[in-house]
């Protein structure tokens, strides 16, 4: 079994209408050590408290009212939302296309094959295993960029952009030595271990928010 970045036990969400496949589909769970919760539909899902370690959902694509194939183009927009397997008793070409186009795991038609679906389990546990620890990296790596003055901040984006230390002392009105001394700063304070590793951490909060300087 595959533990999270923060050794939570996985937990594997069922949402389908049958009893019967709901039964099935956690009876395999348990006999291979695997926890899960199950649900007959998207809405009893929703209402109830969403689990906190890592996990995937196993989905019926064909749900009274809401379909899962609608509830899962929404809550994939979510950056915590865990990843899917679609089973579908009904599946067509199109409708395959677009559950794996939307970013789902995978698509099984049932009777799902056991070693099949536990397969597609344990490749979207470590999917979401991923996914947490690029999450609590991007966390620490904002919280350290917070910490740096305005000005530091300013020189950090500069110098991520590939600009030299009289460059940025132009482009701010500062001197090239206060330049400097706010680069060794940033360097400090963001835990970077060179230029290279400075850069990444912030084009990775640039991919993370993209939504002002401050925030990069």
């Known amino acids: 079994m595959i533990a999270s970045a923060e050794s939570a036990e996985p937990t594997i969400v069922v949402i389908d209408d049958d009893h019967a496949i709901r039964e099935a ?3 395999l769970l348990d006999s291979v050590g695997l926890r899960s919760r199950a649900f ?49 008793a009904h599946a067509d070409v199109p ?5 794996i186009k939307a970013g789902a795991v995978e698509f099984l038609t049932k009777p799902v094959r056991p070693q ?3 397969d597609a389990i344990q490749s979207a546990i470590a999917r979401d295993v991923d996914r947490r620890r ?18 530091e901040r300013k020189v950090a984006l500069l110098v991520a952009t590939g600009k030299l230390n ?21 360097m400090k304070k963001m835990h970077a271990l060179n230029l ?6 912030i084009d990775r909060l640039s991919t993370d928010d993209p939504r002002s300087e401050r925030t990069v």
Do not use: W
């Open 95 to 99: 409708m395959s296309v677009r559950a």
């Open 166 to 186: 009289k460059q940025i002392a132009a482009e701010i009105g500062i001197s090239e030595a206060t330049v400097k001394l706010h680069r060794g700063r940033v």
């Open 25 to 27: 589909i956690e009876g």
């Open 40 to 88: 007959a539909s998207v809405q009893h899902f929703l209402d109830d408290q969403r689990p906190r370690g890592p996990g995937c959902i196993v989905l019926d694509v064909r749900l009274p009212g809401r379909s899962g194939l609608d509830f899962y183009e929404e809550f994939t927009s979510s950056p915590s939302a865990m990843p899917v397997i679609f089973i579908s």
């Open 116 to 118: 099949e679906l536990l």
């Open 196 to 201: 290279v590793d400075l850069v990444r951490m």
């Open 134 to 151: 690029a999450a609590t990296e991007v966390a620490r790596v904002r919280c350290d960029f917070d910490n740096l003055t305005a000005q």
